[in-house]
């Protein structure tokens, strides 16, 4: 599993968590809520970012001290 990925399930695990503390998610439609928050909240972490995974807009410095932007 890819690190985003991973850091989405458990972000995702966290709100839910918290939404069935505060009741608006009960054990029993968990999982019609669980996916869609899960999709979204990993959308939003890779929003922004190439496909090295590297934020859009940084310059990456290479070895060597030169950047490349």
């Known amino acids: 599993m890819e690190k985003r990925e991973n850091l989405a399930l458990q972000v995702t695990k966290e709100i839910v968590v918290k939404f069935v503390e505060t009741g608006r998610i009960s054990p029993g439609n968990f999982t019609e809520h669980f996916g869609p928050i899960y999709e979204e909240v990993l959308r939003?972490?890779?929003?922004?970012?190439?496909?090295?995974?590297?934020?859009?807009?940084?310059?990456?410095?290479?070895k060597g001290g030169r950047d490349n932007g």
């Open 44 to 62: 939003v972490i890779s929003r922004g970012q190439d496909e090295q995974g590297t934020p859009a807009g940084v310059r990456v410095i290479a």
